[in-house]
């Protein structure tokens, strides 16, 4: 990662502890039980979320899924102490087999889903890190996902507090491979997903889709937090039916 790379992460780190992360934690102050909580993060990163939820509550257990390899063993380094971090190299989608990984130079936007070369904010972001937009991928590798609904029945014994989404454009995928049967009543109270306004992905116009999905399934939005940077926000919404 270059220098220039680096300041601006820096940058955006700093901005989203002023302006989002205090909203964010306002929100879950209010809303989640004490004592005992799990959440499943998919889209760990650098554990950014992981490190918020460990602010509001240090009894937090996470299922936490990375499927950037790079990121993945600086997590195991990270979280090497941590007994109630369980991390996955794995990606989440709506299917179980391998999908090609493009691994962006600003490692918080890698994705599955395919760019919008013909993308202004594409464009700009390219201009803004110092490459050109064919540049912007600095790797594509396979990597093993699976759906969530094979993950929950695997862990059956198991509710989940939160589960957040954040996989840069395969929002709705992830989705498709958590409700693959209607009459479930899903054992999470709350999802998170990061939503995108811009057209960096050749798929951007799902909001409509994801919307369904979750509505059709008892979940309810109720609550929507915008970041400090970007056309771009997370929404919470929540399970009717959670018991």
Known sequence: MSLRTKIIQKLVHINESVFFYPKLKRFYK??????????????????????????????????????????????QSKYKTSANIKLHNLGVSNLKGELIFHENILDE?????????????????AKVLGVSVENII????????????????????????????DVEGHELQCLQGLFINDKDVLPIRFIQLESHNDDMYLNNNQHQEIENILYKNNFEKIAEIKHGFGDFTEIIFENKKYK
Not at 30 to 57: C, E, P
Not at 113 to 124: F, G, M, T
Not at 147 to 165: C, H, M, P, T, W
Request: proline share 1%.
């Open 30 to 75: 209010q809303n989640l039980k004490k004592g005992n909580i799990n959440i499943l993060d998919v889209g760990s990163n650098r554990g950014q979320s992981i490190d918020f939820f460990k602010k509001i509550n240090k009894e937090i257990n996470f299922d936490a899924f990375e499927p950037n390899k790079k990121l993945y063993t600086f997590l």
């Open 109 to 125: 936007t890698s994705t599955f889903e395919e760019l919008n070369l013909d993308s202004k904010y594409l464009e700009k972001k």
């Open 138 to 165: 600095v790797d594509n590798y396979k990597v093993d996902v699976i759906r969530l609904a094979d993950f929950l029945n695997e862990n059956s014994n198991k509710n989940y507090d939160v589960l957040k989404i």
